[in-house]
Every structure is written in C-alpha cells, then in structure tokens.
C-alpha cells in the first residue's frame, strides 16, 4: 500500500484529531479572572495609567491584546512610545505591536499549486496565522474550526493536485523593513514575489513580536491567547520559565499543521523541523507527546554553536546530521566574500569561535548542507504522500541584533539567506521533483533601526527596574521574578508585602521621562539634550486591565 493510501478517509480521520490532543481548556493554565470591559471602576477609569492606556490605537492595542493569556503572560506591561525601545543605541529589541516590525513578507511559490500572480492584495488583515490554514488548504485536509487563521485561497490555482513536499522556510528577523533596507540584496525572493505570489500588508499579527510566539502563530493558526506561548518566558505558577526549554512542548496549547496532518496519514507522512533553537518548536509540533503521535525529525544548534542537536523525549534526530562535512568550506565562502582572505568578516572574527560562528552567515550555508542530508537520506518527496518541512534561518536575527539592521553585516546576512532559497528549489527538483512542491516564505518580525538613525530613544530596562525598586523601596529580586523588554512578572505577594500595587507602578512608569532613564554619571547623548521631558511610554497597565482597557482604546 501507498502512503498516499492512508489519507482515503482523512476527512473522518481528522475529527479524530481533536481527541488525540486534549482541547485548549483541558490543557491551559490556571487563569485569574479577569476584569471585564464593563467592570470599570470610576477611580480606576480616573487614573493616570488607565487614561494614557485608552489613548494607545485600536490597532497597536488588538495586536497586544492576542497575546494576553491570564496566568502565563506578565503581570505589568510598559508599551514604549514609538519610535522608542528597551534595547541600546545598536543593540535593539524588535518586540511590539508597531508597524516596522510587524510588517513580514509573505510569499508562496510553486509552479501547478500557486498562482503567478506577483503582488496579492487581499481584502482583510492577512497575518502569519493565515499560514497554517493555508497549508492545509493546499493538503485538501480539514482545518479545526475557532481558530482566527484563514486560508490565503486567493494565491492558490482552482485546479490543482497536492504537492508531494511542502517547505516553509522562515527569515528570522527578516521583516519588510529589513528587505527594505537591502533592496537589491535579495534577487531569488524577488524572483518568487514575481512568478508566484507575494501577500501584500502581511503583519505577525501578535505582540510581542519575537520568535516563540510567531512561530506559534504560523503553525496553529491562533494567538497566544490560545495557543498559550506568550512570549520568550512565560509564567508556570510561582515560576517564570523559557517557553519551549523546561518542557519541550508542554505550554503548548493547540495543535500545530504538522500534529494534525501527521496523523490523518496514520503518522506515514514525514514531518520535520531544522531550527536555530527549541523556541521554533511552535512551528513542528509536540511530535510524540500527544496521544497517536509519533517523533518528528527535529533538528537544532547546540547552546555552544560548537554542533547540531536534537531535542529529547519526544522527537527524533538523524545522528548524521551531527557529522555533516562542510562547515569549514562555508565559513572560507563567508570570509571571502568581504573580498579579503583573512580568516575574518566585515572585520569581525564571528568565524573564530564557535558560538559567534553561529551568528554569522556562515551557519547559513552549513544548515542547508545539513537539510540537504535529511531531505535525501530520510525520503522527503520520494513518494505519493505529502511531507511537510519548517526551517529556520537565523543569521538575519543574531547580526541584526550584534550590529544593527542599518549595518552592512545584516545586508550580508540577507544576501547570504536569499542564495540559499535557490539551493532549496534545487533540493526539491531534486528530490519532489520539479513543479511537486511548495515553498512558503516569511518573517517572525521586523528589526529595529538604530536609535542614532531614528531619534528614538533605547530605554536601558536595568535602568527602568532600578528606579521602580527605588521609587517604591523595595528589592526588586524580591519582587520581580522576571523582567523582560516591558514586560514585567511580579511576584504580588512579595509587591504586596511592600506595601505597592500593580495600579501604582503602572502610575509611575506612565510618567517616565527621558531624564530619568539617562545613563548614571555619563554625559546626554548628542541630540537629546532638549527632550529631557519627553515620556518614554506610550502607556503601562496591569494586565488583568486588559479588556477593560480593549472596551476603551480609539
């Protein structure tokens, strides 16, 4: 019998899907009640905090409002003011629900499946949840009903059969203003956005907007207000824990496109994932964690960036792909594309050591050496059953991070990233074969522009926690279990004992000026001497105000 065999009755097959994992509310977190939109009380609608959180837009505050998951998200927020940022004046953060990194790419390609018709404009919000419906339209399976993601029809042929490999390949940081910033430096996506289709507008959709959450987003086709990965960390009762390290798949809520289409084939299809680290889990699955399911192939870069790893327990790794040659072949390639042979980048001796080895784009070719592997000696596309793979290539993310988006490290990084979309569809004419895959391609956000370009002002969060604790008396290792780009996880009884309220910090960081932020016995930065008074939020709120705070925005 056939793989393809086994999907003859998938559509009864995937109702059996929701029994095979619990629902969303047999699996979620305790959750706090929470105040409702028409529970306002007047000195609350009165106060400072509440009156600056209304005035956020409508739809900065909706992207946030996704993400709001009571019992796991922080208990204080502190949006900044755009274009402002917790991060340094190189060294950015991209979490937030503004534009600039909320804008992705969002293109499909694949001759006989995907339309030809270069710039799609669709007439709703198109996000990256629209990912996963949109696969499974392409697998002619079901999708679970309740979830906001919805199939993107509009880039998809009428007639069409079922592609025998379908690949999503994701830029990590490689939003739309990235792409924007190195135009020329990406000529086979363009190639993609002309002969296939390029979505138009395409946003992450949540905040904040960083890896584990929008890779959920991408292959649940839900926010993290169902989906339950909030953030990097997240909160498991008295703790703060990462996400996707002290349980694999255990926070997640929902099953993925990989979980539910795996088992309408009786687990015959391959399902797979090569990421950077295990917060791009969300786009794979729980593998054999869930009742019926069975171990993924799941690749990942070791903390040390000295190997690749797998994940234990619940999936499976190739131990080839720990030995795969090439690595010092690549990282010649990447030193000599600066057009010096001398064991350097741009300058830069990333290519020495091998944790900065892996924030260089010398990773980049080496990962797709390693999928080359993976793809022909585990049978991706050999037969008549659809195999589905999620890659992560982070190089974009790691440089943008070390040198700035603005910097000619990240056009490199690009440039780098794009050369291997064409070795990807050699790959797959190879072993799919030509015109019997799909690539889909995006971004998990944007980046953030250097403040000396911009005018922002980086908010030094160190700084931030350090003037709550004084202002208010208190130890802030006593009373912050966690603190990350504004978001804040509050131990209450600890605040409590301190004789504080959520409401009064939030009144505190709503008035938080430039002054008070500036670096302790330094001089004012060139540029800023005049704008001392300036707020640095937009506005700061406990989050148990959450839709209180919805029922008031513009």
Partial sequence: MTRRAHICGALAIVALVATACPAPEERSAPRRPSPTAAAVDPAVARSKWFRAACDVPATLFERIRRDYYAGRSPELTALPAEPNYYGAFV??????????????????????????????????????????????????????????????????????????????????????????????????????????????????????????????????????????????????????????????????????????????????????????????????????????????????????????????????????????????????????????????????????????????????LYQTRILEQIFEREGFGDDDITDLFFVNYKPIDTVGHKYNMVNPETESAVRFSDGELAELETLLDRTAGKNEWVMIMTADHGMTPSALSTGAWPINMDRLLSDLANEFAFDPDDVFDDARVGNFWVDEEALSAAGVTLEEMADFLTAYRLEDNLPRGEPIPDGYADRLDEKLLAGAWPTDYTEQIAGCVS
């Fill in 91 to 364: 060294g950015t953060s991209h979490s937030g629900p503004w534009d600039y990194v909320q804008k992705v790419p969002l293109v499909l390609y694949g001759p006989g499946f995907v339309r030809s018709d270069g710039d799609l404009q669709v007439d709703r919000e198109v996000t990256v949840a629209d990912i996963a419906p949109t696969m499974a339209e392409l697998l002619q399976i079901e999708w679970p009903e309740g979830r906001p993601g919805r199939p993107l029809s509009e880039a998809l042929l009428d007639e069409r059969g079922v592609p025998k490999t379908i690949v999503l390949v994701v830029w990590d940081g490689g939003g739309t203003n990235v792409l924007q910033r190195w135009p020329d430096s990406w000529p086979n996506l363009a190639r993609w956005m002309e002969q296939g289709t390029s979505v138009q507008d395409a946003i992450v959709g949540s905040s904040p907007s960083n890896t584990p959450p929008s890779h959920t987003n991408m292959a649940t086709g839900a926010w993290p207000n169902q989906h339950g990965i909030v953030d990097i960390k997240l909160r498991d009762g008295d703790d703060v824990v990462d996400s996707y390290v002290k349980d694999p798949t255990g926070y997640l809520e929902l099953t993925t496109i990989g979980d539910i289409y795996d088992q309408t084939t009786g687990n015959e299809a391959l399902v797979g994932m090569f990421g950077y680290h295990r917060w791009h889990l969300g786009m794979l699955g729980r593998g054999s964690a869930i009742d019926g399911g069975d171990k993924d192939i799941a690749a990942v870069v070791h903390n040390d960036g000295d190997r690749i790893v797998g994940i234990p327990n619940y999936f499976h790794f190739p131990p080839y792909a720990a030995t795969v040659e090439g690595l010092d072949e690549d990282i010649e390639t990447v030193d000599e594309s600066d057009g010096q042979d001398d064991g350097l980048w741009l300058g830069h001796d990333d290519l020495r050591d091998p944790f900065d080895l892996k924030h260089s784009p010398a990773y980049i």
